[in-house]
């Protein structure tokens, strides 16, 4: 078994399902689930019982308008308390990402994160038995760039 790698507070992943690289993340030891700044256009039922949902994604604070559409698996509905107290009810969807040498399936939480500076969280439940946090630190694996 590996070690477990050592990331910043802040870094870069990749979305593969979806295409998208090089996307900031914060890495949020304080929160257990990974949450997406994401509008749900539409969620579809398939023939096999499984559904999916249209997803807006906010990719990035400094650009709001910059957003693309994709489609992910809906794993389940979770209720999921925000960093106001507040207990809110929320989709929970699946997809493939990359960070340094890390691929891995992750769940993240649906949620309206347009307030906050960063777009998209990566929780304790996405980082477990792969990454130790530096939090003094960020890009650790990822070299920021523009």
Known sequence: ???PLVIGWKERIDFIDWDIPRVRV???TGARTSAIDAMIHEVRNNSDGTRVAMLEVALTRRKPVKTRFVEAPI???TRVRNTGGDLLERFVIETLIRLGP???KINLTVANRG???SPIILGRRALTGDFLVDVARKYVLTRERG
């Open 102 to 104: 890390v691929t891995k």
């Open 26 to 28: 914060k890495i949020d």
């Open 1 to 3: 078994m590996e070690p």
């Open 115 to 117: 307030l906050m500076l």
């Open 75 to 77: 794993v389940r509905m």
